[in-house]
C-alpha cells in the first residue's frame, strides 16, 4: 500500500541466532565426545581397572592326589617279548624359535565390571562424536549461505569457520570402515582397537606401535580436534554477531530507562537537580567585576566620571 511507510524488518536476524545456537551445541557434543575418548584411553593404558585378577580359593585342607608313576626299568632287567617301552623325550626349544614365540596370556586375569562401563562409554562418545561432526559440518553450510545472502560484515570468518569444519570432518570420519584398504581409520576409533593397542604398547609385542606414533593417535589428534572444535564455534559467532540485530531493549535501554523512572515530574527542570548544582555552583564561585567591563555603560553615555564635581 502507498500509504504506508516500509518498515525493514530484520528476518536474517532470528535465522543466524538458531543457526548459531545449533553450532554451539554440535560444538559442545563433539567436544565432550573427544574428552571421552582420551579419558578412556588414558585410564585403559595407565590403570589396571578393566581387568581383575582371579584368586584361588583357600581351604582348609588340600586333598592328595594319587597319580600313576611312570614305568621305570632296572639295569639288569630287560623286558621278555624283547620290545623296549619308550619313554617320553623333552626337546628344549631352540632360543631363536622361543624368543619368536608371543607371551601367553595370563589365565587368571578376566574383565572386571568396570571394563563393560569403560566399552559403553567409548561406543557412546564414537556414535555422538561421528554424529556431531556430521551435524556441525551441514549447520555451518547452511549458515554461510544465508550470511552470504543477507552479506553480513563477518562473513569472512563464517566462511573460515566452515573451511575448517571440512578439516574437522576429515579428521573425525572413520575412514577404515568406508575404505578397508584405508590407513587411517579417524580419530575416534573401537573399543577393541584402543585396549589391544595399549596392550601391544605396554608389554612391547613385535607389531605394537612407536611410542610417538602411538601417544600421536591417541592423544594428540584428539587435543588437536578439541582445539579445531572450539576455534569453529568461536569464529562462526564472531562472525555472525554483526548481522544479529537485538529484538528487544538493550542493557544500556533498560538501564536509561531505569534512572528515567526514578525522577520526579519537574526533576528536569530548573527546581531538580540540574538547577540545584547551578546554584550550588554560583554561591560557591567568587566572581570580581572587571573595572573596564563596569565603566564601559557610563563612556557609552558620553558621561565622563571625573568630570563631575561633587555636590
Not at 559442545?28 to 575418548?37: D, E, H, I, P, R
Not at 556431531?132 to 543477507?150: D, E, F, I, N
Not at 595399549?198 to 588437536?224: E, K
Request: glycine fraction near 8%; hydrophobic fraction near 50%; include cysteine.
Amino acid at each position: 500500500m502507498e500509504g504506508q511507510p516500509y518498515i525493514p524488518v530484520p528476518h536474517v536476524s532470528p535465522a543466524l541466532r538458531h543457526i548459531r545456537l545449533s553450532v554451539t551445541v554440535c560444538a559442545w557434543v563433539l567436544g565432550l565426545a573427544l574428552f571421552l575418548q582420551v579419558l578412556t584411553w588414558a585410564l585403559v593404558n595407565y590403570t589396571d581397572i578393566r581387568t581383575v585378577r582371579i584368586e584361588p580359593v583357600q581351604k582348609e585342607y588340600q586333598p592328595t592326589v594319587v597319580r600313576k608313576a611312570p614305568p621305570r626299568q632296572r639295569p639288569g632287567v630287560r623286558s621278555l617279548t624283547g620290545v623296549e617301552p619308550k619313554m617320553p623325550e623333552e626337546h628344549a626349544p631352540a632360543p631363536a624359535q622361543a624368543a619368536a614365540e608371543t607371551p601367553a596370556a595370563d589365565v587368571n586375569r578376566g574383565a572386571s565390571r568396570f571394563d563393560i562401563w569403560l566399552r559403553a562409554q567409548h561406543q557412546l562418545a564414537l556414535a555422538a562424536g561421528v554424529a556431531g561432526c556430521l551435524a556441525l559440518v551441514a549447520q555451518l553450510a547452511v549458515g554461510t549461505v544465508v550470511a552470504a545472502g543477507a552479506s553480513i560484515y563477518g562473513l569472512r570468518r563464517v566462511v573460515s569457520a566452515q573451511a575448517w569444519s571440512l578439516v574437522l570432518l576429515g579428521l573425525c570420519l572413520p575412514w577404515n570402515h568406508l575404505a578397508a584398504e584405508f590407513p587411517f581409520g579417524g580419530v575416534f576409533t573401537t573399543y577393541d582397537a584402543m585396549t589391544a593397542a595399549s596392550d601391544a604398547h605396554a608389554q612391547g609385542l613385535p607389531g605394537a606401535m612407536p611410542g610417538m606414533l602411538f601417544y600421536g593417535r591417541f592423544f594428540l589428534l584428539p587435543a588437536a580436534a578439541v582445539a579445531a572444535t572450539a576455534l569453529i564455534g568461536l569464529r562462526f559467532a564472531c562472525g555472525v554477531e554483526t548481522g544479529i540485530v537485538a529484538s528487544g531493549p538493550t542493557p544500556e535501554e533498560l538501564a536509561i530507562e531505569a534512572e528515567a523512572s526514578n525522577r520526579k515530574a519537574g526533576s528536569l527542570l530548573g527546581a531538580g537537580r540540574i538547577g540545584g548544582a547551578l546554584e550550588a555552583t554560583l554561591k560557591t564561585a567568587s566572581i570580581k567585576p572587571d573595572s573596564f567591563v563596569a565603566a564601559a555603560p557610563r563612556a557609552m553615555a558620553g558621561e565622563d566620571p571625573h568630570s563631575r564635581r561633587p555636590i
